[in-house]
């Protein structure tokens, strides 16, 4: 069997774990394993490619449960353990790897990120302290189209999160890393790009403005910001460079292609260490050591064939890298190159080579930037239109200058010439200074992308393919479909009788889009914090993801976590009408009795009444939702008093299939007077696992359900649709209908809402 063959049988076999919906018991996985096996030994060859699949498969599971295995381990109760740090924002955001828990010890360590927990003198990598924490499964929300960060956490090997109840130093003394970077850092106290080099040169991005995120984002240039691909294949190369210099004082029969591939090797292997390991670098490394064996082979290798090899190597060694997008999004763009450059080969016919390289440059970023379009819409929901400018001179900018400055300042930092490396730091400096001011002086060229355009990005693949087989000539009509296929996102949509009401999964909060006829009036638009909030984060890309017009917004009441991404939709859209029973300025009052139409669709004030003094839940707008013949009933966060005097003043008004739990299941709300005069049959909660009230409360979901309600909570099913059609309706859960894959599960705890 050869090599590029068994990379894709594991590729292949590792693949079902993206689309499983769970994962089988550990015995059908020994099974299979025991099966392969017997059958690789003593069966047919013509099975031998099934078997190890099948092998790789198992692997990948077993895998999958050895990662999960902590959770069950390590949760439940306070854990006394001893942990190493790995990585520290040097304040309350740490990364450590647990050693040791209650005295036993855990030969590949459990890799755990803890929030909000200071430590009793400031971390470094490599310290070792005894802490007592409370740790919990790894949870994320859920909603469709957004970023999915149990995947993201599962595919780095951190299925736990904690904070710190107690700390003890054991060792405070810092790794060769952590000195080294604390005194790199030292050195570049002053620069105004500091944590821009500290990113570029060791990989820790915790302290990288949005700013300059966000810039890198538009601009289509924030893979220059990972240490991964092209950053260490540089170091490699500067090996390989250090190599053939010092081949120049060798005689001729001492010359030989191995000592500048090894040396390249062991270069981006300590470059791979100084950015802390992460995997992004750990895979380049594992395929640049691929590309060198099939080197030192002597075998001429097919590029296709060295790509199988890589991807296959970086599966077998971690299988949850496949739930990585980065691996894909890497794997996808070297694909794309090699596709390229067979199908559409740079073939220059000008003699100046400056015009030569400029060409060159042109026709390698066109490719990739057409040939990644899936991805980026896939994974980004946008596409930069700036990005082939600025990666024109960006690439060449911070690779061949500013990268190369950042080396050669930390190669600097570790001899007595403070005076020279204070020369580099302030050339590697400037030279950031220069490229960002000019990616800064571009237009904003994000352009946000829909669902619609999802498969039609495949479109510059097929059209180089048919123009080279000539299919355009061949089969005429071929160009003229594919030409018409690019106008179908401007088709019309055809008219839908029904309708949807969408619970978005914002955490502690609420956030409701009403859906119809490709328009969408909001309900409540979730929290914020310090440096974001919800509409930002996920109302926002979730419309336009979707293809959905916002045309109004209804604001229940002023508490942050009900209002809190309403400034984020109308900066987005602004002179969006907004309907609130809060007095504020510009905004059209919510009281009872009164009653408008939306496509369609009715709606009217239950509460607040008219001239109505309190302030807080009990002043939220009530508003009920029907088109005839189903309705919902939203309820804001008000209390028992408020749905009592409701009751007494619109008891005959109150009926409602579907009923948004008030409060977020808290006692303070839901009475029975309510539940009974609603006789709805669902109760959808907005809550968030992990909460500090520890909503809902057990005693409001028993009442929901003693009365013949179904219920459903954004922590144990993520974002919930609520489909109404001419036939009836029916709910939709993320988890469990929506996307069921055994990574979006509800891991520990059933109840657990701590």
């Not at 980004?380 to 600025?390: D, P, R």
């Amino acid at each position: 069997m050869t090599l590029p063959a068994l990379a894709l049988c594991a590729i292949v076999g590792m693949l079902p774990l993206r689309v499983l919906p769970m994962l089988p018991p550990s015995e059908w996985i020994v099974g299979g394993a025991l099966m392969a096996l017997l059958l690789l030994l003593r069966g047919p060859q013509a099975l031998r490619y099934g078997c190890v699949t099948l092998l790789c498969l198992c692997w990948g599971l077993a895998m999958a449960h050895f990662t999960l295995a902590p959770i069950a381990d390590l949760t439940g109760r306070h854990q006394s353990v001893e942990a190493v740090v790995r990585t520290t924002d040097g304040a309350t955001t740490h990364t450590v790897t647990i050693v040791n828990a209650e005295g036993k010890w855990i030969p590949r360590g459990v890799n755990v990120t803890l929030y909000g927990s200071y430590l009793p003198t400031a971390p470094c990598p490599g310290q070792r302290w005894s802490l007592i924490l409370a740790l919990r499964p790894v949870h994320g929300q859920l909603n469709e189209g957004g970023f999915d960060n149990q995947r993201h956490s599962l595919s780095q090997g951190k299925v736990l999160t904690g904070r710190v109840l107690r700390a003890t130093a054991l060792n405070t003394q810092c790794s060769l890393r952590g000195k080294y970077i604390a005194s790199v850092t030292r050195a570049l106290n002053g620069y105004a790009w500091r944590d821009v080099i500290l990113a570029l040169g060791f990989g820790e991005r915790l302290n990288v403005s949005d700013s300059i995120k966000n810039l890198m984002r538009a601009t289509g240039t924030a893979h220059l910001m990972a240490i991964s691909g092209l950053h260490i294949a540089l170091a490699g190369a500067i090996g390989w460079g250090m190599a053939r210099l010092m081949q120049r004082f060798l005689p001729a029969q001492r010359i030989g292609y191995r000592l500048p591939l090894l040396l390249s090797l062991l270069v981006a292997a300590v470059y791979t260490w100084l950015a802390g390991a992460n995997p992004p670098a750990v895979r380049t490394l594992l395929s640049l050591t691929i590309c060198a064996a099939t080197v030192l082979s002597g075998r001429r290798w097919h590029p296709w064939q060295i790509w199988l090899c890589c991807i296959g190597s970086i599966v077998i060694a971690d299988p949850l890298a496949v739930l990585s997008d980065s691996l894909w999004l890497s794997a996808f763009a070297v694909a794309a190159l090699i596709f390229w450059y067979q199908w559409m080969p740079f073939r220059p016919r000008t003699p100046c080579r400056p015009l030569r390289m400029l060409y060159g440059m042109v026709h390698l970023q066109a490719g990739i930037t057409l040939l990644l379009l899936p991805l980026q819409i896939s994974l980004f929901h946008g596409i930069s239109t700036t990005s082939l400018v600025a990666n024109m001179f960006a690439v060449p900018a911070i690779t061949l200058i500013s990268v190369p400055l950042i080396l050669a300042g930390m190669v600097l930092d570790l001899l007595p010439l403070s005076g020279i490396e204070q020369a580099v730091w302030w050339l590697a400096d400037r030279s950031l200074a220069v490229t960002f001011s000019t990616l800064e002086a571009l237009p904003d060229g994000w352009l946000e992308v829909d669902q619609r355009w999802q498969w039609l990005a495949l479109v510059p693949w097929l059209a180089i393919a048919c123009w080279r087989l000539r299919l355009h000539v061949a089969v005429p009509f071929t160009a003229a479909t594919m030409l018409a296929s690019t106008l179908f996102p401007f088709l019309p949509r055809p008219a839908e009788k029904g309708w949807t009401v969408h619970m978005l999964d914002v955490g502690h909060g609420l956030a409701l889009v009403i859906e119809r006829h490709g328009r969408a009036m909001l309900y409540d638009t979730g929290g914020a914090w310090p440096g974001g909030d919800s509409g930002r984060q996920t109302i926002i890309p979730w419309l336009r993801w979707h293809h959905l017009t916002p045309e109004g917004v209804i604001v229940s009441h002023e508490h942050l976590d009900h209002r809190g991404g309403l400034a984020s939709v109308l900066t987005a859209w602004p002179g969006l009408p907004v309907r609130s029973p809060m007095g504020w300025e510009g905004h059209s009052p919510c009281e009872r009795g009164q009653m408008w139409r939306w496509q369609g669709l009715r709606f009217t004030a239950l509460w607040p009444l008219p001239g109505h003094k309190q302030s807080g839940n009990n002043r939220s707008c009530v508003v009920r939702i029907d088109d005839g013949h189903q309705s919902v009933l939203l309820t804001g966060d008000i209390e028992a008093d408020a749905e009592l005097a409701m009751l007494k003043h619109h008891w005959q008004f109150m009926r409602a299939d579907v009923i948004q739990v008030p409060h977020h299941g808290s006692r303070t709300s839901s009475g029975g007077a309510l539940l009974g005069q609603v006789a709805g049959r669902v109760a959808i909660a907005s809550v968030a696992r992990y909460n500090a009230w520890h909503l809902p409360s057990k005693k409001v979901v028993e009442r929901y359900r003693t009365r013949g309600y179904r219920w459903f909570d954004t922590a144990h099913a993520g974002q919930i649709s609520v489909v109404f059609t001419a036939h009836g309706w029916h709910v939709r859960r993320y988890r469990e209908q929506i996307l069921p894959r055994w990574y979006h599960q509800w891991f520990g705890v059933p109840a657990d809402s701590r």
